[in-house]
């Protein structure tokens, strides 16, 4: 039982899905339960954004051009894929409402936040009726899921904070009512509803927080996070040819090592899955084979003193991380002088 949560580069191209729809058979010939939930494909949210601010600076026309690119993205997608008349019908009254919410919006010349909010969750209701209809096509039994069952708290329209109780409640109802008749729930990611029933968005980067909502709402111990890169590295690759991947990582070093450089993930949105001693693996759509890495409350003790090493550019120190507890602040901090002054006195 698991969730898996595929990104923007995952849902953005026909090869993409295909490679999606692999994973998902994959698991279910071993027999794996399971919930999607995914981004929208890569761009689309940052498009919809600038719709709306150039719907509401009265550009009307190139808000319009922007939408019909969208548009075309996903239905040359749909046609490659061989479910374009599926897709229309899943699709029609949603491209329908997105063009008058743009028309509304430059009519006003108002980009509220919550008109914001309902404009970016379109990304998200696109992508997954395209990877619904695709499977479908490859008689794999999913369903389509709007994730308003997501609850966020207060009347806001961008927040990160989940109401839990009623979140839990709802969706495990509705999700273990699809699993029972054997359905793979496909669910959008990055937005719910505040407490006046309302959509609002749940961060950038939201969907992995989708991912690890659902899980926690299950009660799985699994997320799969699946992106284009293979997992934690213990260096960039770009600077350091022989970059490792670390196949196992506990989450306080996994955040740290984002916080200085590592864009893998935002650490925050797996929390409620590791709290709760789940394991969040992150792996690579496209090289599947690969086992990436896991990342758990604490990680295995290493054989390797250092871990990892990760940088910003902006900061003028570099971050090393050892894993020999007892050792560590020593090594930690004498390896973090020595290096800097030494090898990197430019970072
Ligand atoms: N589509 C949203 C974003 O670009 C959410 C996500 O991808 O996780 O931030």
Redo the contacts with the bound molecule.
């Keep these: 039982m698991k969730v898996l949560k595929f990104?923007?580069t995952s849902m953005g191209s026909v090869e993409s899905l295909v490679l999606i729809a692999k994973i998902i058979k994959e698991n279910l010939d071993n027999s794996v339960q399971m919930i999607i939930a995914c981004?929208?494909m890569s761009g689309?949210?940052?498009n919809l954004i600038e719709i709306g601010h150039l719907a509401e600076n009265n550009n009307e026309e190139s808000a319009i051009d922007l939408y019909n690119n969208i548009k075309n993205r996903h239905f040359e997608t749909a046609e490659a894929l061989g479910i374009k008349s599926e897709f229309e019908k899943q699709t029609t009254h949603l491209f329908q409402d997105l063009q008058n919410l743009i028309r509304g919006i430059s009519l006003i010349r108002e980009f509220s936040e919550r008109s914001n909010a309902y404009l970016?969750s379109f990304?998200?209701r696109f992508s997954t009726r395209l990877l619904t209809a695709y499977l479908n096509k490859l008689n794999i039994n999913a369903r389509q899921f709007d994730s308003g069952f997501i609850k966020t708290q207060g009347i806001n329209f961008t927040v990160d904070e989940i109401d839990w109780e009623k979140t839990i409640d709802e969706t495990n109802k509705i999700l273990s009512q699809s699993i029972e008749k054997n359905e793979i729930p496909i669910v959008t990611?990055?937005f719910g509803t505040n407490k006046q029933g309302v959509i609002s968005l749940i961060g950038?980067?939201?969907?992995?927080l989708t991912g690890a909502v659902l899980t926690v709402c299950m009660g799985w111990k699994t997320l799969e996070i699946w992106t284009d890169v293979d997992g934690f590295l213990t260096a960039d690759p770009r600077i350091v040819k022989n970059a490792r991947i670390i196949d196992e990582i506990g989450f306080q070093e996994a955040s740290e090592l984002c916080f200085f450089g590592a864009k893998v993930l935002h650490p925050k949105t797996i929390r409620p899955v590791i709290d709760l001693d789940g394991e969040v693996w992150i792996k690579n759509t496209f090289n599947a084979n690969n086992p990436g890495t896991r990342i758990k409350r604490k990680a295995e003790e290493n054989k390797y003193a250092v871990i990892s090493i990760s940088s910003k550019k902006s900061a003028w120190y570099l971050w090393i991380y050892s894993l020999h507890r007892k050792t560590e602040n020593r090594y930690f901090q004498t390896c973090l002088f020595w290096l800097n002054n030494k090898i990197f006195p430019s970072i």
Excluded: C, I, K, L
């Excluded at 950038?204 to 992995?208: A, E, I, M």
């Design positions: 990104g923007g981004s929208a689309v949210t940052n970016q990304g998200e990611g990055f950038r980067g939201g969907s992995d």
